[in-house]
């Protein structure tokens, strides 16, 4: 699944570790979300979305992540 995650983070201003204190998730888990090695939970996808004022479908997409 492909997500911009990493450019919302960015544009805030704000390290892994702060988005993941500020979705109660780990550094690594951002990691892993961010270069597609891990697909969130509902509820975890809902937080995301919540703390950047975006829907789902602006932040997700369903296309697999491009691994390298």
């Not at 702060?18 to 690594?28: A, F, I, N």
Request: overall charge positive.
């Amino acid at each position: 699944m492909k997500n911009n995650i990493r450019k919302l983070r960015t544009e805030q201003g704000w390290s892994q570790a702060l988005l993941g204190e500020k979705l109660d998730v780990s550094r690594q888990t951002i990691n892993a979300l961010e270069t597609g090695r891990y697909d969130p939970s509902l509820p975890l996808a809902f937080r995301i979305a919540r703390l950047f004022a975006l829907k789902i479908e602006a932040i997700f997409d369903d296309e697999p992540a491009d691994r390298g």
